[in-house]
């Protein structure tokens, strides 16, 4: 890190430092990584826009750049460990981006960096093309990401970083410090919902949608106060006898309209907000119910109730969960669905809290299965009795290579590891059938019947099972 490149660039940090006033200094400082902040930025952007007021095309651009899953590392390494990156990242920042370029900390692990559009020795300057020159800024974001991704050691061990970029133009999307900042931070957001380690540029359609999760979240809150959401249920099938032998519940958004609004548009939102709590509670309570109602009137089912990862951490409450579903129903009953990304966060914790669970009765499925890279020496240690076999292995049955060449290496190691399957998405016979033919008992899927209001299950009903018609 000590490079040539590093020393200048601190020396110009340096010179910067002092331009502004002795008594300035320290408040322009950011004290952990000695670069300049947010207060010093919103300075030097004013600065400049007083000096373009003239210019139309870009004169500078912002990368506002966001580490990701930083929270997890303070979370599971320690505060001591998060500051070391901290550290260790503004260091590559500085050298990743030019001497002219000013990189600032705008705390957290937030850092912006603006790079002008001319650089400010040299002249005679031709202008640039505004095209030519967000060239330029995609080019150092990339830069950044690349340099970023470098094995980082903290604590004596090798990590790998990602960030994500978002860039705004000056003046193209924002005449005043503070729009530029955000539109760049509308940006970096936008390109976080991507994935992780990409870079975008801002639009005007990242704002609108922007504002309209915000708005979407206030909803939200409100609807999960009112209890205004609702559950529906979906069979879980034995393949064999066509008998059903549980149901999934699945959370639904009506709204007045008629419309409803499905889980892949608010979860997400929830579990942003802090909301997924209130509303995790309510699925759960809601479930359990439903569930008790079911076996009062003597139909003997299972329930399964996806839980997310903000539920479980970094503070689960497997005690409470347990607690909510008992008051109706023994959890013996329940199975709770998590997704395999939540193994890999922090795989003790995790094992831990998994265990509390399964200790209170509750049975423990793995989601999604197959999509994410839970490993099967991994999956031992854990208190896990069911695997869902993800629902693009079903559907992609027909393609020799993919879905039918997975499907049965699961089965396999679900037998050995004496796990139960269920293959979910099923949704027409040929897909019925094959999964018949490699031995997987249980089935999910709109074959069988979509997800409904519990008024709507229809208990003695055989579904499509050999020999029937559906
Ligand atoms: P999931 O847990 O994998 O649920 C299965 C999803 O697949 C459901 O979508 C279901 O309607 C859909 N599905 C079932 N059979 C078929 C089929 O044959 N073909 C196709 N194309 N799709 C099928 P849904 O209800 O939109 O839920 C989406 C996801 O939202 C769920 O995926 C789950 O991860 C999440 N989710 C739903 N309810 C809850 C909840 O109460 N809490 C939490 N944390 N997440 C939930
Ligand atoms: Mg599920
Ligand atoms: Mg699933």
């Known amino acids: 890190m000590g490079s040539i490149r590093d020393l200048n660039a601190r020396k110009l940090q340096r010179e910067r430092e002092h331009q502004s006033t002795a008594s300035n200094q320290l408040t322009d400082i950011d004290a952990l990584t000695g670069l300049p902040n947010r207060r010093y930025l919103i300075n030097y952007l004013q600065g400049m826009f007083a000096d373009t007021q003239r210019a139309t095309k870009p004169s500078a651009a912002i990368l506002f750049v966001d580490l990701d899953d930083f929270k997890l590392i303070n979370d599971v390494m320690g505060h001591e ?10 260091q590559r920042l500085r050298s990743a981006v030019r001497d002219t370029d000013l990189v600032v900390r705008q705390g957290g692990d937030e850092f912006l960096v603006v790079i002008l559009d001319a650089p400010r020795k040299d002249p005679p300057l031709t202008p640039k093309a505004p095209e030519e020159f967000v060239r330029i800024a995609q080019h150092l974001a990339n830069r950044v990401i690349d340099h970023l991704k470098e094995p980082i050691v903290i604590g004596g061990q090798e990590h790998h970083l990602s960030a994500s970029i978002g860039i705004s133009l000056c003046p193209d999307h924002g005449r005043n410090a503070s729009t530029v900042i955000q539109a760049a931070d509308t940006a970096m957001y936008a390109a976080k919902k991507q994935g992780y380690g990409e870079s975008f540029l801002y639009s005007i359609e990242m704002f609108t949608k922007r ?14 106060e009112q209890e205004k959401l609702a559950l529906h249920y979906q069979p879980i099938v034995d393949m064999n006898s066509g008998r059903m032998v549980a149901t999934e519940a699945l959370v639904r958004w009506p709204q007045s309209s008629g419309e409803i609004i499905m889980p892949e548009t608010f979860v997400s939102i929830a579990e942003e907000s802090g909301l997924i709590k209130p509303m995790g509670d309510w699925v759960l309570e809601t479930a359990a119910r439903q569930l008790n109602r079911w076996h009062q009137a003597g139909h003997m089912l299972r329930m399964t109730i996806n839980l997310s990862v903000h539920q479980l951490y970094p503070e689960g409450d497997p005690d409470r969960i347990a607690a909510i579903v008992r008051r109706y129903v023994d959890p013996v009953w329940v199975t709770l669905e998590i997704t395999e990304s939540v193994l890999m966060i922090d795989p003790t914790t995790m094992e831990r809290v998994l265990n509390q669970l399964h200790g209170h009765g509750f049975r423990i499925a793995i989601d ?12 031992q240690h854990l208190p896990v009795q069911l695997l869902k076999i993800d629902r693009s292995f079903v559907a992609k049955l027909d393609q020799a290579d993919r879905g039918a060449a997975m499907i049965p290496i699961i089965q396999q190691m679900a037998v050995s590891f004496d796990l139960e399957i269920i293959a979910e998405g099923i949704e027409n016979r040929a897909q019925y059938e094959y999964l018949c033919a490699t031995d997987i008992k249980l089935g999910q899927g709109f074959w069988f019947g979509r997800p409904v209001p519990a008024s709507q299950i229809r208990h003695h009903q055989r579904l499509p099972g050999p020999g029937t018609a559906p």
């Open 81 to 90: 460990a998060g500051n070391d990156v901290l550290i260790q990242v503004s």
């Open 211 to 224: 504002r309209e999760r915000l708005s979407l979240k206030a909803r939200l809150r409100t609807a999960i």
């Open 368 to 379: 999604d299965f197959g999509t994410g890279y839970s490993s099967l020496s991994r999956l």
